[in-house]
């Protein structure tokens, strides 16, 4: 081999090595997060699908790893267990498990209230009222399904009581709005337009706007990001890289509905257009927020509602929202 020969072999070698090594080290920055997702269509499931699709998570630093959950509850009871660290989580649910013991804290504010809809093809339904005495099918455990309680209060309407509540998820629900086995079901999107797919006779005759302010007279949080303490502890650094990862995450399905749509078909099984038609519409809006700065007042007032509400007995102490 000519010494110009080695000089350069020598060279890629050393450049090789050299990348190598920044390669080693940039995979050692990566943050490997445990966070929960809902198996069936969610703003969560939506959300974490286009980013890990995208690869938004170890763009910003984080190593998403994602597990799967069949139902509501034991989403929820995989982060008080410690089976992730982190999730969307309905805002008084957070507090409930913050005021139960559960070391959950609010990171970031994720959805203002995109449920319920009451959606319904009965044509003796004409409004939120003339549910009393029917059937609806409804996620009991979601905070959805708590304001509409609440809101049915304001309306003169007990829930469990003047209105039979039948426990399903959205697509549990959709089925058995299709067997006629209830009268209305309570749903969010993807789910609503997939409802609203099945029949032209469907229609929604409460949407979250108007569910929301008039229990609370104002708007609110329905989701945010709820993060355990051991790794609030362990990982500071890893709150300000999923904020920009969420961020990122809805600029892209804003700007790139077609895509996000097509995504989401291989990953949910979603049909054509069922995600874009949602995000077209302004039906699913993501709001990532750092909790601790502008929003803290306003997810403060979500805790003071529901103790106003009488759906909680107390407020949360004030280390539930997270500060840096």
């Not at 005759?205 to 609110?220: P, R, T």
């Given at each position: 081999?000519?010494?110009?020969?080695?000089?350069?072999?020598?060279?890629?070698?050393?450049?090789?090595?050299?990348?190598?090594?920044?390669?080693?080290?940039?995979?050692?920055?990566?943050?490997?997060?445990?966070?929960?997702?809902?198996?069936?269509?969610?703003?969560?499931?939506?959300?974490?699908?286009?980013?890990?699709?995208?690869?938004?998570?170890?763009?910003?630093?984080?190593?998403?790893?994602?597990?799967?959950?069949?139902?509501?509850?034991?989403?929820?009871?995989?982060?008080?267990?410690?089976?992730?660290?982190?999730?969307?989580?309905?805002?008084?649910?957070?507090?409930?498990?913050?005021?139960?013991?559960?070391?959950?804290?609010?990171?970031?504010?994720?959805v203002r209230y995109a449920s319920p809809f009451v959606v319904t093809a009965d044509p003796a339904i004409r409004g939120f009222a003339d549910l009393k005495g029917k059937t609806i099918a409804a996620a009991m455990g979601s905070s959805g399904y708590q304001v509409l309680a609440i809101y049915g209060r304001s309306q003169g309407m007990v829930f469990g009581k003047d209105v039979t509540v039948v426990q399903a998820d959205p697509p549990l629900a959709r089925g058995h709005l299709q067997a006629k086995r209830v009268d209305a079901i309570m749903t969010w999107e993807p789910s609503l337009t997939l409802t609203l797919r099945d029949n032209p006779q469907y229609r929604v005759i409460l949407n979250a706007e108007a569910a929301m302010k008039g229990a609370a007279k104002s708007e609110g949080w329905e989701f945010v990001l709820g993060a355990r303490e051991d790794f609030l502890r362990r990982a500071p650094q890893a709150v300000p890289r999923l904020t920009k990862m969420l961020q990122e995450g809805w600029l892209f399905m804003k700007s790139n509905p077609d895509e996000a749509d097509r995504i989401v078909q291989r990953t949910l099984k979603l049909p054509e257009g069922v995600l874009k038609e949602a995000l077209v519409a302004n039906r699913m809006v993501y709001e990532v927020l750092p909790a601790w700065e502008g929003e803290r007042k306003s997810v403060w007032n979500m805790f003071k509602l529901a103790v106003d509400w009488g759906y909680l007995d107390k407020l949360p102490d004030e280390g539930a929202i997270y500060s840096p």
């Amino acid at each position: 081999m000519t010494t110009a020969r080695k000089i350069v072999t020598a060279s890629v070698l050393a450049l090789v090595g050299s990348m190598l090594l920044i390669g080693g080290a940039a995979a050692q920055d990566l943050i490997k997060v445990k966070m929960g997702r809902i198996a069936f269509p969610s703003y969560v499931t939506v959300m974490l699908d286009v980013v890990k699709d995208k690869g938004l998570d170890r763009k910003n630093g984080i190593d998403l790893d994602i597990a799967s959950f069949g139902a509501i509850s034991a989403y929820y009871g995989a982060i008080a267990s410690g089976e992730v660290e982190t999730l969307g989580i309905g805002t008084h649910v957070l507090q409930k498990m913050r005021t139960e013991g559960v070391p959950i804290k609010v990171a970031l504010t994720y959805v203002r209230y995109a449920s319920p809809f009451v959606v319904t093809a009965d044509p003796a339904i004409r409004g939120f009222a003339d549910l009393k005495g029917k059937t609806i099918a409804a996620a009991m455990g979601s905070s959805g399904y708590q304001v509409l309680a609440i809101y049915g209060r304001s309306q003169g309407m007990v829930f469990g009581k003047d209105v039979t509540v039948v426990q399903a998820d959205p697509p549990l629900a959709r089925g058995h709005l299709q067997a006629k086995r209830v009268d209305a079901i309570m749903t969010w999107e993807p789910s609503l337009t997939l409802t609203l797919r099945d029949n032209p006779q469907y229609r929604v005759i409460l949407n979250a706007e108007a569910a929301m302010k008039g229990a609370a007279k104002s708007e609110g949080w329905e989701f945010v990001l709820g993060a355990r303490e051991d790794f609030l502890r362990r990982a500071p650094q890893a709150v300000p890289r999923l904020t920009k990862m969420l961020q990122e995450g809805w600029l892209f399905m804003k700007s790139n509905p077609d895509e996000a749509d097509r995504i989401v078909q291989r990953t949910l099984k979603l049909p054509e257009g069922v995600l874009k038609e949602a995000l077209v519409a302004n039906r699913m809006v993501y709001e990532v927020l750092p909790a601790w700065e502008g929003e803290r007042k306003s997810v403060w007032n979500m805790f003071k509602l529901a103790v106003d509400w009488g759906y909680l007995d107390k407020l949360p102490d004030e280390g539930a929202i997270y500060s840096p």
